[in-house]
């Protein structure tokens, strides 16, 4: 519905169409169109489409505002006024929604800025007051914005005459310009957050990003989003790239509408219970093997398949021509057989058309290789034409299926950073030098942080700065260690890329990828990625060795913490060998019971496999599934349909998360890149075997411990273990102080506290930032040779490293010395709490000597009978006691109420309390 009114301002009445939605109005969007101060009216698509569809797609209320121009001796800042006058009208109203953006195009967005920056007090200023009156907007809406004079690099097509022209016919001048007019160059603190729109190919496009950069400089949130093949005004001729205008006003309504609180599990209705399933990958299959397949899944107690992982090829075989005729078959068919569906973006295995044609698109090594087709996940994470055509078919998919009842979840990609995550391309160079420029502002900031003075490093321009790429030796650290930093970014960036689609389509179905929290996997910084999803989501397949299964629970631990007290969703896992090991041995009967049941022991409410049915044919066919190639007629099958039947057993517990322990044993990501880089002491450390041993050695002691983030809350821990705790930074140092102050028990080993957030060792001696606290000082790292040991006076033996530890404070003890000299673990008590260092590798056997020297004084105690500590793993889950054999041996449970009287090898008893069912 739209209607035109007036509104009385300080030069005359000002036009206003008003647009407003069909159902309940959420918010409210002042706009004003572009054309160069000069040109432009309501009936513009500018104006007029952009506001009609803004207003139903956010069910907003836009005021187009018809400002004056600056046209017959109109100048700046008449037509501000207008604008101004208009937002202040429209906000002093009570009868409309609270949420109120402000907005424009072109120079319609420097009048929104500028707009907005009468609203905004100066925050330092001497008295603070407001620069004007109105209120401040809640958000900004800006396409492709002028936002400042002299502009920024500019392009071809647009002359700086052109330019200087709508300046002069605005302003009246080029010269001493009034900091508002154009608006990049007036103090930009305090503006609310901005959502800028860029045409891909806009000689102005710079002036955006140019703002987004300095407003992110002042603390105000930027996001932008550059519409593909488009130039400036784009908006305005919403036919010649419809796609993209599409995808414009989606941004932008987005942004506008109410936010609302995501879903954080499944959209379904029902009961509540363990999801169950796998990976379906029916393309593979002829369509008479379906109906089998659905037969089959029903009988295994399946709820639910992610479907469409790799079809890109199938759903788009040639640019922008669709077949999802075979995808609308698959989904039907499992909606009327009650299986839900976990729908992908097939985004992780571009298509070969799109290969042959971009072959741009594909990654290149640090030896500047490129990564061919012929795999999978063989895309630039930073690629502008990958990331086009990979929009533009989410887009299309998740519009085709945003209503279909069986459409659970978005699953986006496939294990994002699987192969990709370091692309040491052009592309790859570029993003990271504004990944950079972000970071550190100046190229200044750069040199002091990346210590460039060594080894004549130091950058002049941005455009001289690399990936760390093959070079003569060891790369500078600290370069090293952002480009781990950016690729985790790049890759969440594609992730948010694609999240903000399903979102503005399907606000109601969840988003989440799947992570890989498992072995010696760390490309992507999870704990900072878990904020994005919706719910946590993971992959494990286990690696043969002695600690296989507590690596599981370790992993699993770790994942019920990433958003804590949330339930999280076990994406895939095996339920026996896998395909991709040097060797692929098959589960133990009782293991892949085993195993699910974990995870679900640390918060899984759902449990699935890579993948349905065995593959023929293609590089996973030795992969075991749920229906293996010997058919349902099978052991594996067998040990599906009896776990199906045991997760639906277990529907009381859903919804709790793991009940917290007395211990955490804290993971940091940043600590493990920095801890294993090159050109230290040894190369043999390893980060995460050393936070696994002291988890296997608190089990072997019967102590449940929790695996938790460095930034979780540390406060209710009574002992904390933070293992290689390498990178220390001002405010963690003061954190673990502070933990310590009230009360706490922090242990800490070898190679912590050496380094800051740039990778520059604390000096004065080691361990760095934790000297003090731990009191004791190290000159120097002694680390061990292959077969050498260091054995302790309590008959530990120590590998991998040693140190000469000095004790420097009174009330550091000596826990255990080197039998050849010197302190080997120390503890130092503060007021009630302590910090423990321990200078060497002990490994689980050796940790199990000295854990009763820092658990007693903790306070912490097993809470399992004395036979059973070290055979199983306790684990608690609101209502439910896990309790999971660690043996390959039956135990004994005749001591645990309520139990059988035996747990077999690799069995799991789950025993639910009714008292504390919620
Ligand atoms: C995962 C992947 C699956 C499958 C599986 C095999 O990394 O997401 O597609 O390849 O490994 O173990």
Not at 189 to 209: K, M, N, Q, T
Not at 661 to 667: C, E, K, L, N, T
Request: charged share 25%; glycine share 8%; proline share 8%.
């Amino acid at each position: 519905m739209r209607a035109d009114l007036e509104v009385a301002g300080p030069h005359g009445p000002i036009p206003v169409r008003v647009y407003e939605p069909a159902g309940q109005a959420e918010a409210v969007l002042v706009w004003a169109h572009g054309g160069g101060f000069r040109h432009g009216d309501l009936d513009m698509a500018e104006a007029d489409m952009v506001s009609a569809e803004l207003s139903r797609r956010a069910n907003a209320i836009v005021f187009s505002v018809g400002y004056r121009l600056a046209v017959d001796g109109v100048r700046y800042p008449v037509p501000i006024d207008d604008v101004h006058t208009v937002w202040t009208w429209v906000t002093a109203r009570d009868d409309l929604p609270n949420r109120r953006a402000l907005g424009g195009a072109s120079a319609g967005a420097a009048l929104a800025i500028a707009t907005a920056l009468r609203t905004t007090p100066v925050q330092d200023a001497e008295v603070p007051a407001p620069r004007a009156a109105g209120d401040r907007p809640d958000l900004l809406l800006l396409a492709y914005p002028f936002a400042h004079f002299p502009t920024p690099m500019l392009g071809h097509g647009r002359t700086l005459d052109g330019v200087e022209d709508m300046v002069r016919n605005y302003v009246g001048r080029i010269s001493d310009l009034p900091p508002d007019a154009l608006p990049g160059a007036a103090r930009l603190d305090g503006l609310p957050p901005a959502h800028i729109l860029l045409s891909e190919f806009d000689d102005l496009r710079p002036s955006g990003e140019l703002l987004e950069r300095q407003l992110r400089e002042v603390g105000v949130p930027a996001e932008s989003f550059v519409a593909p093949g488009t130039t400036h005004g784009h908006l305005n001729r919403p036919h010649d790239v419809p796609d993209s205008v599409d995808a414009s006003l989606g941004f932008f309504a987005a942004a506008l509408r109410a936010p609302r609180e995501a879903p954080r599990w499944l959209r379904r209705e029902g009961e509540p219970r363990i999801e169950f399933g796998a990976d379906y990958n029916p393309e593979q299959w002829p369509r008479a093997v379906w109906d089998d397949d659905v037969r089959a899944m029903r009988e295994a107690g399946v709820t639910i398949v992610s479907l469409g992982i790799f079809s890109w090829a199938r759903l788009e075989p040639a640019e922008r021509r669709y077949d999802f005729g075979w995808l609308d078959e698959v989904i039907d068919l499992l909606h009327t057989n009650g299986i839900l569906v976990d729908l992908a973006t097939p985004t992780a295995s571009p298509p070969p058309w799109l290969t042959t044609k971009h072959p741009e698109i594909l990654p290149v090594d640090r030896d500047g290789r490129t990564v061919w087709p012929g795999a999978r996940q063989h895309w630039r994470p930073t690629s502008p034409v990958f990331r086009e055509h990979a929009l533009r078919l989410v887009r299309v998919l998740a519009k085709r299926y945003a209503d279909h009842p069986a459409l659970a979840a978005w699953h986006v990609n496939n294990e994002l950073g699987c192969h990709n995550v370091h692309d040491y391309s052009d592309d790859a160079a570029r993003a990271f030098r504004i990944w950079l420029r972000e970071r550190y502002t100046d190229l200044d900031g750069l040199n002091a942080a990346w210590g460039t003075d060594f080894w004549s490093q130091r950058y002049g321009e941005w455009e001289q700065i690399l990936p760390p790429r093959h070079a003569n030796g060891p790369v500078n650290p600290t370069q090293q260690l952002d480009f781990k930093r950016f690729s985790s970014d790049a890759l969440k960036d594609h992730y948010l890329a694609e999240r903000r689609i399903l979102r503005e389509i399907t606000p109601d179905v969840p988003v989440t990828t799947n992570f890989m929290v498992a072995g010696p996997i760390n490309e992507m910084n999870y704990p900072d990625w878990a904020a994005e999803v919706d719910f946590v989501a993971n992959d494990h397949y286990t690696r043969p060795g002695p600690q296989s299964r507590d690596e599981l629970s370790f992993s699993a631990n770790l994942c019920g913490n990433l958003i804590p007290g949330r339930p999280w969703f076990l994406m895939e896992h095996s339920t026996s060998a896998v395909n991709w090991q040097p060797v692929n041995v098959p589960k133990l009967p009782g293991e892949l019971a085993r195993d699910s049941l974990t995870h679900v022991a640390h918060g899984a409410d759902g449990v699935c496999f890579f993948q349905w049915r065995q593959s023929r044919a293609g590089a996973e066919k030795f992969h075991s599934a749920m229906l293996p190639h010997a058919g349902k007629s099978s052991a594996i099958f067998e040990a599906v349909t009896d776990l199906g039947a045991r997760l639906r057993s277990l529907s009381a517990i859903t919804g709790f998360s793991r009940t917290p322990s007395a211990v955490a044993v804290v993971i940091d990501y940043e600590s493990w890149w920095a801890a294993e880089q090159d050109a230290h002491p040894t190369d043999r450390l390893r980060y995460r075997d050393e936070a696994l041993d002291w988890y296997t050695a608190l089990l072997d002691h019967g102590i449940r411990a929790d695996v938790v983030p460095v930034a979780a809350d540390l406060t209710g821990y009574r002992l904390v273990v933070a293992p290689i705790l390498h990178l220390v930074p001002a405010a963690l140092k003061q954190r673990l102080e502070d933990y310590v102050a009230g009360g706490g028990h922090l242990v800490t080993t070898y190679f912590s506290g050496i380094v800051d957030e740039f990778d520059h060792a604390w000096l004065g001696g080691y361990p760095g930032a934790l000297r003090d606290l731990l009191g004791i000082r190290v000159e120097e790292f002694a680390p061990l040779l292959d077969g050498e040991s260091a054995p302790l006076s309590n008959g530990a033996i120590g590998t991998l490293w040693s140190e000469r530890v000095e004790v420097t404070d009174p009330a550091t003890k000596v826990l255990a010395a080197y039998t050849g000299g010197g302190a080997a673990v120390t503890r130092r008590e503060v007021g009630a709490g302590s910090a423990a260092y321990i200078s060497t590798r002990l490994r689980p056997q050796g940790l199990l000597l000295i854990l009763d020297d820092l658990l007693i004084p903790a306070g912490v105690t097993s809470e399992l009978p004395p036979d059973l500590r070290g055979r199983v793993e306790l684990a608690v889950r609101g209502p439910a006691r896990f309790l999971i054999n660690r043996t390959t041996d039956p135990v004994d449970l005749s001591a645990v109420a309520g139990a059988p009287e035996t747990l077999p090898a690799r069995g799991v008893v789950v025993l639910i309390s009714p008292d504390t069912r919620g």
